[in-house]
């Protein structure tokens, strides 16, 4: 029984990490309108706690190692916790992405210890079925998440988002205060080292490349000295960060395992995988609240079937993950997520829930035939000694590429909107038979409310650009599900770099990865 409910503890600070990587989505339009923020600087509020996971990951091993698995588990919940009452309590962006960051650094290390204190719990014959079972509640997370956050920010304000996670977040500090074993055992070598020059490196280069791509559109690009600020910080932090990796005996993040051509390949693809899979979670709950003008909690029932789908086949990959070959397994579902992006360019005004679940469940689906199969092809050809290092840099570049793809993703709609909208505003002269016909069916129509011809013309004018303004957001979007399709079918080649199959212990860390 001790053991199930170490599981229950530890799974409870898993899926509160899990869920806040994606509940936020379902919410943007309110918080931007509640703080009267653009797209491009809410999209902070995902990319700043993606940021925060990626400096934290490479530490958490060490961490866990130096403090004990318990106590560094229950330090991080507790400041999990506490990073969610100041998300809730946040009276403007700056102080919500302050919290997003304390958040993100604080549930760094939550899924990857609750996983090994799962793992360590259980006897050998039965780590199968609490491995399994802890990651139903993983996978089922991103299928709550939505759900609830569209319901709280519907119901009770999307401050509610992030208040839910407290007494949840307390009932897990004090299970795991009373049920899990205190780890003695694990205490810092005197010859272990942290590589913190590395962390600083890639924390300054991310960060600079961060923000030169959330701020680069407004900053109107190298135009800006903000911008040729960070663009040049970014190329000298991250260039220096792969100089200390490949100079320093104990690197952060090892990555000598690139001299692997499955490593090589897997790593690009894991990036590949953050920006479309999580590009395409980000952008639609903001297209059907902004453009089709659905509530919340719409946005959310919208993303649980695929959410589901990923855990049905999920539980199905362990018969077929044996028999097909991973690297098949991997292009049906980069086929499958291109049909995803082709379906969602079709959405337009009259689009309805039959239109978009069908396209989210091949993405569900797809996501489920790349991520399991592309980990063991990318560790499979390592040798044991650097499985572990290897696993480290797959899920770093996975973590990299979903906080990337949302910045580009917002710039990008920044962007293309603009320019949608400079194309059809030069059609749209005066001098043209169907402008003048619109413009006269408009001012009739209002003219039967207000007799003031000066005042119906302006509304007409009105009317108008808002039309322009949607359609340009209409194209924006089409433009960016093109573009993720596109990519995975462009990633293709990247197949002949990975491994046919893995090893038991690629096996395994695969599954650590995850």
């Not at 899924?111 to 259980?122: N, P, R, Y």
């Not at 070959?325 to 992006?341: E, F, N, Q």
């Not at 949608?420 to 039967?448: C, I, M």
Request: charge should be neutral.
């Amino acid at each position: 029984m001790l053991k199930w409910i170490i599981a229950i503890s530890a799974s409870l600070g898993a899926i509160l990490e899990v869920i806040d990587t994606v509940i936020t989505n379902v919410a943007l339009v309110d918080i931007r309108g509640n703080l009267g923020a653009s797209l491009s600087e809410a999209g902070w509020i995902s990319t700043s706690y993606a940021c925060a996971n990626v400096v934290v990951i490479p530490l958490s091993a060490w961490l866990g190692y130096r403090f004990g698995k318990r106590n560094y588990f229950v330090f991080s919940l507790l400041g999990f916790t506490a990073a969610s009452l100041l998300c809730g309590l946040s009276t403007n962006l700056g102080m919500l992405i302050f919290a997003r960051v304390l958040q993100g650094l604080a549930g760094g290390g939550l899924l990857a210890k609750a996983q090994s204190i799962v793992f360590e719990a259980f006897p050998a014959g039965e780590r199968a079925v609490a491995q399994a079972i802890f990651g139903m509640g993983v996978i089922v997370g991103p299928a709550i998440g939505p759900l609830l956050g569209g319901w709280l920010t519907d119901n009770m304000g999307w401050r509610w988002i992030f208040f839910i996670n407290i007494p949840v977040g307390l009932l897990a500090v004090a299970m795991s205060r009373i049920f899990m074993p205190v780890d003695d055992k694990t205490k810092l070598k005197k010859d272990s080292t942290v590589d913190w020059s590395g962390i600083g490196l890639l924390a300054v280069g991310l960060a600079c490349f961060q923000i030169m791509l959330e701020e680069g559109q407004q900053e109107d690009w190298f135009d800006s000295p903000l911008i040729c600020i960070t663009a040049i910080a970014s190329v000298i932090g991250i260039a220096l960060f792969i100089w200390r990796e490949l100079t320093t005996e104990h690197p952060a993040v090892d990555l000598r395992v690139l001299k692997y051509p499955s490593m090589v390949g897997g790593t690009i693809y894991s990036a590949i995988l953050g920006i479309g899979l999580y590009g395409i979670m980000f952008a639609v709950p903001v297209f059907v609240q902004d453009y089709l003008h659905y509530t919340a909690f719409q946005s959310g029932q919208l993303l649980v079937p695929g959410a589901l789908v990923s855990a049905v086949g999920m539980m199905l990959f362990g018969r077929i993950g044996n028999i097909v070959p991973p690297r098949r397994l991997i292009c049906i579902g980069a086929l499958l997520t291109s049909v995803t992006g082709f379906l969602l360019m079709n959405m337009n005004p009259n689009t309805g829930y039959g239109q978009i679940i069908p396209a989210l469940l091949f993405r569900g689906m797809g996501s489920v035939l790349i991520f399991m199969p592309l980990s063991i092809a990318t560790l499979g050809p390592l040798p044991k000694k650097d499985i572990a290092a290897g696993s480290g840099l797959y899920s770093l570049t996975r973590q990299l590429g979903s906080s990337i793809g949302i910045a580009l993703i917002t710039t990008m709609l920044a962007r293309r909107e603009a320019l949608h909208r400079s194309v059809l505003v030069e059609k749209l002269t005066a001098y043209r038979p169907v402008v003048q016909d619109r413009l006269n069916t408009l001012t009739g129509g209002f003219s039967g409310f207000n007799p003031d011809p000066v005042a119906v013309k302006h509304q007409a004018y009105q009317l108008l650009d808002q039309t322009v303004n949607g359609q340009s957001t209409l194209l924006a979007f089409e433009d960016i599900f093109f573009y993720i399709a596109i990519m995975f079918i462009c990633s293709l080649p990247l197949l002949f770099l990975l491994g046919g199959k893995g090893g038991k212990d690629a096996s395994k860390a695969a599954a650590a990865a995850h």
